[in-house]
Nanobody
Framework: QVQLVESGGGLVQAGGSLRLSCAVS????????MGWFRRAPGKEREFIAV???????YYADSVKGRFTISRDNAKNMVSLQMNTLKPEDTAIYYC?????????????????WGQGTQVTVSS
């Protein structure tokens, strides 16, 4: 069973930065496509970023240029560096692992999910 545990959330002022991390159990981490999603209050969960098994990265337009996703296969970890945060970035952030590299901007493509970490950006 694969388990994902996020950390690094918190309260930050607009314009600030946070770095989220997601620790993944299991010995096949390098085979997973790793994504980040978020759910803002009253909204559906939305795609933020994904990093492929080959370390290619893709981002939602709303975070492009501000967020950076990375992975460390030796540590079984994926991170999300978030800069120039805005109040509208306030959400619960989830990491997820997908076994296949199709439609990685869709929730249904992911097999495993973390419990989420809260990010609050004050204005």
């Amino acid at each position: 069973q694969v388990q994902l545990v996020e950390s690094g959330g918190g309260l930050v002022q607009a314009g600030g930065s946070l770095r989220l991390s997601c620790a993944v159990s299991g010995r096949t981490f390098s085979r997973y496509y790793m994504g980040w999603f978020r759910r803002a209050p009253g909204k559906e969960r939305e795609f933020i970023a994904v990093i492929t098994t080959g370390s290619s990265t893709y981002y939602a337009d709303s975070v492009k240029g501000r967020f950076t996703i990375s992975r460390d296969n030796a540590k079984n970890m994926v991170s999300l560096q978030m800069n120039t945060l805005k109040p509208e970035d306030t959400a619960i952030y989830y990491c997820a692992a997908a076994e296949y590299g199709s439609r990685l901007d869709q929730e249904y493509s992911y097999n495993y999910w973390g419990q989420g970490t809260q990010v609050t950006v004050s204005s």
